[in-house]
């Protein structure tokens, strides 16, 4: 069965107040250097091969998973060859 790794993402220029918070975080901790952090979402769906898989995988992202005015999305299938890892 197929498997998509959804990640979703604040557009840049969009606050991020979770990646500041870390960045934050990671500053009070002695990291120096660090000057910006993004923090996301990661979804991974397995479907059904039903020959559109990237059609409605698009739509889910669009309708659902992610807010297309303020976040970006990026779509990758997982490669059944190698267990579920990226591709």
Do not use: W
């Amino acid at each position: 069965m197929p498997k998509a790794l959804v990640y979703v993402t604040y557009k840049a220029g969009v606050l991020d107040p979770q990646g500041e918070a870390v960045r934050g975080a990671l500053s009070s901790l002695g990291f120096k250097g660090v000057n910006d952090v993004r923090v996301g979402k990661y979804i991974e769906i397995e479907i059904d091969d039903t020959g559109n898989i990237h059609t409605e995988l698009e739509r889910m992202c669009r309708d659902l998973l992610a807010n297309p005015v303020i976040e970006d999305y990026r779509i990758e299938m997982a490669d059944e060859s190698t267990n579920g890892e990226r591709r």
